[in-house]
């Protein structure tokens, strides 16, 4: 640990060789007992003079490779620790235009001859100190934050390997850590593990796609090869505060967005049931076949649950397909306390579920799981003959390269694989609750102070806590229209000056109605109630006099 102060003072101060060379003085020389020899072993104390192609797999480099590796995971370590710092800065804020110009010798442009290692360590030092500290304890501006050490190493290690997820014969160990997570997940949701499916996604908006794909196609299997013009006018629902992926995707599968039909939603945010039964027989009444309902459980701005049991029994009257988007919301199915606010998501056909969210897993990380075994294969596969032979000397069905829409694949499973063996199940739950009580503290705070106003007046159901800031010359004006406009600048004005400061960071965002609100979500583990008071301070500092 005092290796790791030393480089994080020295972080912004001093050349990368000058650190290594320090480095190499107070321990010595390497170990390389499992090294084969060298007719000359040395770390250099610089790498001015030492480029890429005198790395492995260059004759006898060993050693440099080991100095640069072990140089770049010094300044990565400074990295980690200086983002756990509350002292330190979420960000150091620049504009588009004054990182393109270059910033005290970091430039953007590529170069026709190639730079050297000691450049190429500069910039890696620049590229994180012009960034985001995601991982930091107050940033709460996105949905996905904290930084999990056990999920990083996860990751390197996938980097590393730097392999594909489309056969068995290129990811053994991948494909089956991959079958073993999803038949857990698909437990954890309620369903039989044996007779599902499922697969890990580039994101949860691809998640929710292949939950359409995957409906169209068990009604229309034609679709496949026939095009849409084999079909009727298809129609979908989800609700008005559901996420903007599904008329994207419906956009993409040739739906079209204008047959994705928005339900009102209650005050809170959920789906009402009467009104998705109203739609679904408006739509009907002019010619239009319905086929497809998602239910949100955790909506990005409120975190709201629609009500899936009551929305299941309508898809089962009508005989539609219900795909339940999970993917903020799923991780509360690890808590005890908390997963009973999916209740009835057993009941859907589909779900989408982004550990990269509330369980804290590196980006990215987003699983499709369905309750059909057979159907993504049968949906997706073309038999490529270069990948896919029947004739392999193992069991070719571990090949799941023909159930994707993608060919090459990312391997997103190990660091999660890896998380779920240092935090066991019971982990995950604990340290959803505690991000759950981060936000319940948030909610009884904007209570308590006069200048803050809830947006919804109930508790929270998930870890979005949604708030307006009240400054000094709001509080006398009456409700109506001239205290609406003033109210709606506030937050995009305190946001400018938070990002300038970049001691803490949050989203902000009108819905509806409602003029612009700070949104503050949970889900980083390593934030404490310190944090969300120094984040409402913020507030008050910096817009005090608007």
């Given at each position: 640990?005092?290796?790791?102060?030393?480089?994080?003072?020295?972080?912004?101060?001093?050349?990368?060789?000058?650190?290594?060379?320090?480095?190499?003085?107070?321990?010595?020389?390497?170990?390389?007992?499992?090294?084969?020899?060298?007719?000359?072993?040395?770390?250099?104390?610089?790498?001015?003079?030492?480029?890429?192609?005198?790395?492995?797999?260059?004759?006898?480099?060993?050693?440099?490779?080991?100095?640069?590796?072990?140089?770049?995971?010094?300044?990565?370590?400074?990295?980690?620790?200086?983002?756990?710092?509350?002292?330190?800065?979420?960000?150091?804020?620049?504009?588009?235009?004054?990182?393109?110009?270059?910033?005290?010798?970091?430039?953007?442009?590529?170069?026709?001859?190639?730079?050297?290692?000691?450049?190429?360590?500069?910039?890696?030092?620049?590229?994180?100190?012009?960034?985001?500290?995601?991982?930091?304890?107050?940033?709460?501006?996105?949905?996905?934050?904290?930084?999990?050490?056990?999920?990083?190493?996860?990751?390197?290690?996938?980097?590393?390997?730097?392999?594909?997820?489309?056969?068995?014969?290129?990811?053994?160990?991948?494909?089956?850590?991959?079958?073993?997570?999803?038949?857990?997940?698909?437990?954890?949701?309620?369903?039989?593990?044996?007779?599902?499916?499922?697969?890990?996604?580039?994101?949860?908006?691809?998640?929710?796609?292949?939950?359409?794909?995957?409906?169209?196609?068990?009604?229309?299997?034609?679709?496949?090869?026939?095009?849409?013009?084999?079909?009727?006018?298809?129609?979908?629902?989800?609700?008005?505060?559901?996420?903007?992926?599904?008329?994207?995707?419906?956009?993409?599968?040739?739906?079209?967005?204008?047959?994705?039909?928005?339900?009102?939603?209650?005050?809170?945010?959920?789906?009402?049931?009467s009104e998705l039964e109203s739609c679904i027989i408006a739509v009907k009444a002019k010619g239009c076949v319905p086929f497809f309902v998602n239910a949100t459980a955790g909506s990005t701005v409120y975190g709201a649950f629609d009500p899936i049991h009551a929305l299941a029994d309508i898809c089962q009257r009508h005989k539609l397909w219900l795909h339940v988007d999970a993917a903020w919301g799923g991780g509360l199915l690890m808590s005890r306390i908390h997963r009973a606010k999916l209740q009835g998501i057993e009941r859907a056909w589909s779900v989408t579920w982004n550990p990269h969210k509330m369980m804290g897993v590196p980006l990215q990380c987003s699983s499709f799981l369905v309750n059909k075994k057979g159907l993504l294969q049968d949906c997706n596969q073309l038999h490529a003959e270069y990948l896919f032979q029947s004739d392999k000397n193992y069991d070719p069905s571990y090949d799941t390269g023909d159930k994707t829409i993608q060919c090459g694949r990312h391997v997103d499973i190990f660091k999660f694989w890896l998380m779920w063996k240092a935090k066991g199940s019971e982990g995950f739950g604990s340290q959803i609750n505690k991000c759950m009580g981060n936000a319940e503290y948030l909610f009884e705070e904007l209570q308590r102070r006069t200048n803050f106003e809830l947006v919804l007046r109930s508790k929270p159901e998930h870890s979005n806590v949604c708030f307006w800031y009240l400054p000094p010359s709001l509080r006398t004006l009456p409700p109506g229209p001239e205290r609406d406009r003033r109210l709606h600048e506030v937050a995009p004005k305190i946001k400018a000056k938070m990002m300038e400061h970049g001691m803490t960071m949050i989203g902000y965002q009108p819905l509806g109605s409602k003029v612009n609100f700070f949104r503050c979500v949970f889900s980083n583990p390593a934030t404490q109630p310190e944090d969300v008071d120094f984040l409402l301070d913020e507030i008050v500092r910096l817009g005090e006099d608007l």
């Open positions: 640990m005092q290796k790791a102060h030393e480089y994080i003072n020295a972080y912004n101060s001093t050349k990368p060789g000058e650190r290594l060379s320090k480095d190499k003085q107070e321990n010595g020389s390497s170990d390389t007992t499992h090294e084969a020899p060298l007719e000359k072993a040395y770390i250099p104390s610089d790498f001015s003079g030492i480029y890429g192609k005198d790395l492995l797999p260059s004759s006898g480099r060993e050693e440099v490779t080991r100095g640069f590796f072990q140089e770049l995971v010094n300044l990565l370590l400074g990295y980690v620790s200086q983002s756990q710092q509350r002292n330190s800065k979420v960000l150091d804020f620049h504009h588009p235009h004054q990182l393109k110009e270059g910033l005290e010798g970091f430039s953007l442009e590529l170069p026709d001859q190639p730079d050297n290692l000691e450049q190429l360590l500069v910039d890696c030092r620049d590229t994180l100190k012009y960034g985001v500290k995601t991982g930091h304890p107050r940033f709460f501006n996105q949905l996905s934050t904290g930084l999990d050490l056990i999920g990083l190493a996860g990751e390197w290690l996938t980097s590393t390997a730097n392999t594909n997820m489309f056969t068995y014969e290129v990811s053994p160990v991948f494909v089956l850590m991959e079958e073993v997570v999803l038949k857990k997940m698909r437990k954890i949701v309620g369903w039989s593990e044996e007779e599902g499916d499922g697969i890990f996604c580039p994101g949860g908006s691809i998640s929710n796609l292949y939950g359409i794909l995957l409906a169209r196609y068990f009604f229309y299997p034609e679709v496949k090869t026939k095009g849409m013009m084999a079909l009727p006018r298809l129609a979908m629902f989800t609700s008005e505060h559901s996420h903007y992926s599904f008329r994207k995707s419906a956009a993409v599968l040739g739906i079209g967005s204008e047959n994705v039909v928005l339900v009102k939603c209650d005050d809170r945010g959920k789906m009402i049931p």
